[in-house]
């Protein structure tokens, strides 16, 4: 239902709901695929047909399953964590009903001991949702988009037409150079590359220019890998260190 993350800018994963379907180019290698045709082959109900075997390798189907069981597991936990909801999906996902999405809010909003990190592909539903009053902000929900390229940084201005909550954007898996972009309003920038035995390269000139952006408009910013077949090997430092920098800190 949930468990401890290997993710570096998170603790555990939440994952509501399960399934996806492919939204740009960012997608094609994604490591959930992967876990949850493993997951679909073990029997996992809650995979039941989210993935199909395509040319060698499992892709998503587009089919979305909803996991009433795992709903309330944040409320289990009394020490505060950094909650990843839905590493396995994308809340925002066409198919996932709004009354389901407004269920996780108020889950979301019963546990102020964590800070709840939401990011999606699809930025534009969740800023409608916002507008519409169907979502609320909330002060320990930090809700994000995904930007692997220049050619997707419009999800930024998506984003940021949601107002009065933290903003961030994952710049992963980055695989192409983002020459300019206006972060000012958004307060946290993950910045990685993609793994895995297909991984696309990433450019240390890329790194450097969103760095340089990030301080410019007084971004957090976290390096989470340089990636590659072995990303262990390639390592987290950038200039000589680590950035695991956050926009605000768990209480203790």
Known sequence: ?????????TDVTWNPVAGCSIASS????????????????????????????????YVWTGRVNIDEGSLYA???WRKPKRIFVNSMADLFHQDV?????????EVMLSCPQHHFQVLTKRPGRMADMFASG?????????????????????RVEQLKRIKDSTLFISF????????EIDLRGVHWAIVGGESGPRSRPMEEEWVERLFH????????????????????????EF??????????????
């Open 134 to 154: 169907s979502l609320k902000n909330i002060v320990n929900v930090w809700v994000g988009t995904s930007v692997e390229s220049a050619e997707f940084s419009d």
């Open 1 to 9: 239902m949930a468990g401890n993350s290997e993710i570096e800018w």
């Open 213 to 236: 952006i990030c301080r410019r408009d007084d971004v957090a910013f976290f390096f989470k890998q340089w990636g590659g077949r072995n990303k262990k090997a390639a390592g987290r």
């Open 97 to 105: 009903p709004d009354h389901f999405i407004k269920r996780v809010w």
């Open 172 to 179: 992963e898996p980055l695989i192409g150079r983002i020459a």
């Open 239 to 252: 200039n000589g260190r680590t950035y695991d920098e956050y926009p605000l800190e768990l209480e203790p």
């Open 26 to 57: 960012g997608c094609t290698n994604c490591y959930a695929m992967r876990m949850a045709a493993r997951l679909q082959a073990m029997g996992h109900p809650k995979y039941k047909g989210t993935t199909r075997k395509s040319g060698g390798r």
């Open 74 to 76: 944040p409320a289990e």
